[in-house]
């Protein structure tokens, strides 16, 4: 067992993203083997109108919890049904409700995103008034059905193993550890739970690897650009990442315009292992979609709300802090924007008395 522990503490008593004014882009997804048509012809499309690819589209909603999965053949007619996924889709995902797909809604469908699904599939929603921050901000994190999470005797400490056979040959192998040993920190700092990096990856509780295609878990990748990552809920400990993707550990040096940060994908897929659903919440990791080549591996105020739901809180991290982040820059912004009237006012006093 190698020496890294990267936090220990007691166990509690009591678990991609497109920006919306984006333009269109031409990803293209691969579903079952076979590459996705660009959506883009679908733009505008509303119900009662039919359009070629809405098929697709309500396999991609199905397969994602949004709608349930036809027993026939789908078509392409936007339908009552077709419209109230969409809308659930839109309000999970935090973009306008409008119903029919505008480009904020097919921007955000065509961003890479992770394999685990928003809603059915056993994810279960919280919903909470963050009182912390003086009310009226919910909490946007889920949980898988039933809200697993790891239990073990005090103290809580898992252990990880990056395969050695099931990786990506332009990445070496201590660099890859180093990310998830960056990612795996993230989420101890926050909770009271240690993770201690082993050789041993089939002891492991936590057991990573990056896949291509059909891998044995009965959900095969789909190819670049399409789903990055999936993981499963506590306690069964498989990580799989997508080996078609180009994944980056710095974007300073990478010129792949299609890369995926892979430091931003392990910790978010960590956030399931963890017991964690997606957030809707568009600034969090567990937010389910991430750009090529945007980064967002820093834990969110709903990120660590979620978690410690499961797990309780970390001794010697305080939350507090981050909600003084939050909202120090609103008393900030006020004394600018009233200091900015002030110039102003006086620079007018000046010129009329010219």
């Not at 101890?188 to 059909?214: C, K, L, N, Q």
């Not at 999936?230 to 078609?244: E, I, M, T, V, Y």
């Amino acid at each position: 067992m190698l020496p890294l522990l990267l936090l220990r503490g007691p166990l509690p008593v009591s678990c991609l993203q497109v920006a919306a004014d984006a333009p269109l882009t031409a990803t293209v997804h691969r579903q079952d083997g076979e590459a996705w048509r660009s959506f883009q012809q679908l733009l505008d499309a509303r119900r009662g109108s039919r359009v070629a690819g809405l098929a697709e589209l309500k396999r991609y909603l199905a397969r994602f919890g949004y709608m349930p999965r036809a027993e026939h053949e789908a078509t392409d007619a936007f339908d009552a049904h077709m419209e109230a996924a969409v809308r659930r889709y839109q309000t999970t995902l935090g973009l306008p409700v409008t119903g029919q797909l505008d480009s904020a809604t097919l921007d955000r469908i065509m961003a890479p995103r992770c394999g685990v699904g928003d809603h059915g599939h056993g994810v279960t929603s919280v919903s909470l008034s963050r009182s912390q921050a003086g009310g009226g901000v919910v909490s946007r994190f889920t949980f898988f059905k039933g809200e697993p999470r790891w239990t073990q005797p005090d103290p809580l400490v898992l252990t990880y193993a990056i395969s050695a056979t099931a990786t990506v040959d332009y990445l070496p192998a201590e660099t890859v550890r180093s990310v998830f040993r960056r990612a795996f920190a993230r989420w101890a700092r926050v909770i009271p739970v240690g993770f201690v990096e082993t050789d041993d990856y089939d002891a492991a509780d936590v057991r990573v690897g990056f896949y291509m295609g059909s891998h044995g878990d009965g959900i095969p990748f789909d190819g670049p650009l399409g789903v990055l990552g999936h993981a499963f809920s506590p306690k069964n400990g498989r990580l799989h990442l997508d080996a078609a993707e180009r994944w980056a550990v710095d974007m300073g040096t990478e010129t792949a315009h299609s890369a995926v940060d892979l430091e931003s994908v392990a910790t978010h897929e960590i956030g399931h292992v963890l017991g964690l659903g997606h957030s809707s919440s568009p600034k969090a990791v567990m937010y389910p979609s991430l750009s090529p080549r945007e980064k967002k591996a820093d834990l969110t105020v709903d990120d660590i709300e979620g978690v410690q739901w499961l797990y309780g809180p970390n001794p010697g991290f305080s939350l507090s802090s981050l909600y003084q982040q939050d909202t120090s820059m609103a008393p900030r912004s006020s004394w600018l924007a009233g200091s900015a009237s002030l110039v102003c006012a006086v620079l007018i006093i000046l010129v009329t008395q010219l």
